[in-house]
T-cell receptor
């Protein structure tokens, strides 16, 4: 069973469209994340939720809205897509407790905005 | 803000040889975690090794070991007996003590692409 699964793996869309990426973890973790990896492979955190509560919100355009319906799911909705949004988006999860800092990553969603 | 620097965009090593990947970081915090992640062509991010800053002993995981120099803010990864499957992007990452108990905010370096040759 996949520990952190995100769908779709690939997403090709036109500028101006709205799209969503879904993420689910079956590890029983309390904390989930979205990271963005740009074309130069640079990884940067976007958001983190702990038990459905927003904990980390980096400087991300308002067009990006995460939603956590329960602690096993963290979806990412993007409005009015722009060319610069093209990247690989990784979902991740962790236990969220001290001394257990290991992040488990999904396999990524490659978003291409044309 | 913390920064993580990987000064080697690419490295190459022959199979069965040893290679060291460099990482330096900048922080004013005293208690933190450091990680090395591997990203093969499959895109999956895989944790290779981690180091708690309060531990002086260098972490080891089978063929992977680190040289952690806290005063110098250096955290290099040594891969011994390199194998073809070690070919990947390697990312150094810093975890701030902020959000402890709720979340792990990782700051990543720009990565080092490791090639393994026969």
């Amino acid at each position: 069973d996949t520990a952190v699964s995100q769908t779709p793996k690939y997403l090709v869309t036109q500028m101006g469209n709205d799209k969503s990426i879904k993420c689910e973890q079956n590890l029983g973790h309390d904390t989930m994340y979205w990271y963005k990896q740009d074309s130069k492979k640079f990884l940067k955190i976007m958001f983190s939720y702990n038990n459905k509560e927003l904990i980390i919100n980096e400087t991300v355009p308002n067009r990006f809205s995460p939603k956590s319906p329960d602690k096993a799911h963290l979806n990412l909705h993007i409005n009015s897509l722009e060319l610069g949004d093209s990247a690989v988006y990784f979902c991740a999860s962790s236990l969220g407790v001290p001394m257990e800092e290991k992040l488990f990553f999904g396999s990524g969603t490659q978003l291409s905005v044309l | 803000a913390q920064t993580v620097t990987q000064s080697q965009p690419e490295m190459s090593v022959q199979e069965a040889e040893t290679v060291t990947l460099s990482c330096t970081y900048d922080t004013s915090e005293s208690d933190y975690y450091l990680f090395w992640y591997k990203q093969p062509p499959s895109r999956q991010m895989i944790l290779v090794i981690r180091q708690e800053a309060y531990k002086q002993q260098n972490a080891t995981e089978n063929r992977f070991s680190v040289n952690f120099q806290k005063a110098a803010k250096s955290f290099s990864l040594k891969i011994s007996d390199s194998q073809l499957g070690d070919a990947a992007m390697y990312f150094c990452a810093y975890r701030s003590p902020l959000y402890t108990g709720t979340a792990s905010k990782l700051t990543f370096g720009t990565g080092t692409r490791l090639q393994v040759t026969l």
